[in-house]
Nanobody, 131 residues
Framework: QVQLVESGGGSVQPGDSLRLSCAVS????????MGWFRQAPGKEREFVAA??????????YYRDSVKGRFTIFRDNAKKTLYLQMNSLRPEDTALYSC??????????????????????WGQGTQVTVSP
């Protein structure tokens, strides 16, 4: 059974940090490209960050508003994806979900920010940033 389980969310103040984790089971983690997406109430799901699978270079992508504040990384031995979030802002408040796909790297490099391109999803972890 394939499972992606997020954790690490919570309620914090502006400027605080959180580290989200996405524990993966039931698939060959190192073979999958991984992404983080978020969805705020009343808004569409949006891309946050993505990282390529092992052996396909070291491509990492971020949405502009999180560049310099968020860091995506993966530990293939632990089959876990992470999102380190620093300098959090109220506009970062959302349900954060991780996703996985194992399409060819050339195709993924042009679709990494499209949630429709991902095949496996977690349930999400809530991040709330407020004074």
């Amino acid at each position: 059974q394939v499972q992606l389980v997020e954790s690490g969310g919570g309620s914090v103040q502006p400027g605080d940090s959180l580290r989200l984790s996405c524990a993966v089971s039931g698939l060959s983690f190192s073979s999958y490209h991984m992404g983080w997406f978020r969805q705020a109430p009343g808004k569409e799901r949006e891309f946050v960050a993505a990282i390529t699978r092992s052996g396909s270079g070291s491509a990492i992508y971020y949405r502009d508003s999180v560049k310099g504040r968020f860091t995506i990384f993966r530990d293939n031995a632990k089959k876990t994806l992470y999102l380190q979030m620093n300098s959090l802002r109220p506009e970062d408040t959302a349900l954060y979900s991780c996703a996985a796909v194992n399409t060819p790297s050339g195709y993924w490099s042009s679709t990494y920010d499209n949630d429709q391109a991902y095949r496996v999803w977690g349930q999400g972890t809530q991040v709330t940033v407020s004074p």
